[in-house]
């Protein structure tokens, strides 16, 4: 892997933790920098931690990881989609506005594990590389991090003028994100 490459890698393989901090801003009403390092943070490690874990594993269990990593993706991400979207059409019971103040800590976990599936991929073909996995590993959690981080500020800028139709658009990238994922695998 050349030294270009890996940044490129970064972000690519961070580009469904900025969707989903993105759309997790959009809802976020109160302690923005908080959540938005809590969420980063969550975002960060289980992108270095993921591919650490499948150059762990090596190419041994990647027969077996590969036929439905895609679909624990796919339902991952748009059983949180459809969550953005029934809490963005539903009504509000006492008309306040509708979003939350604070992450709970379950659905920060399953969105962390949702966008990192693909990591664990990545990090099974770097078993086959000639190239330190501790750097490749740091460089997707710092990137994962930093663009998680602004996502979450630039989601929360979006929301705060556009809050029901970027609940709804942010709902259905997740949904498309996974279908994505769930397309690209089935059909390669």
């Known amino acids: 892997m050349s030294f270009w490459a890996l940044p490129l890698l970064a972000v690519g393989v961070s580009a469904d933790a900025f969707a989903v901090a993105l759309g997790k801003g959009l809802q976020l009403r109160a302690q923005i ?16 931690l993921m591919p650490l874990l499948g150059y762990l594993l090596g190419s041994a269990f990647a027969a077996f990881i590969e036929p439905f990593d895609h679909w624990v993706a796919f339902a991952l991400l748009a059983a949180v989609g459809v969550k953005m979207l029934w809490e ?8 306040a506005e509708a979003g ?18 693909d990591a664990l991929a990545v990090g099974l073909s770097f078993a086959f590389l000639n190239f330190p996995v501790w750097i490749a590993v740091i460089a997707i959690g710092v990137v994962t991090f930093v663009l998680s981080f602004a996502a979450v500020l630039i ?4 929301g705060t003028r556009f809050r029901r139709p970027a609940e709804i658009v942010g709902g259905l990238v997740l949904i498309g994100i996974g279908t994505q994922i769930l397309i690209s695998h089935l059909t390669a």
């Open 155 to 158: 989601g929360h800028r979006i």
């Open 33 to 48: 920098v908080r959540n938005a390092l809590v969420l980063a943070l969550a975002f960060g490690l289980a992108q270095a």
């Open 100 to 117: 939350t103040s604070r992450l709970s800590t379950r659905e920060t976990i399953l969105l962390a594990v949702a966008t990192s599936i």
């Open 88 to 95: 963005a059409l539903t009504p509000d019971k006492d008309g």
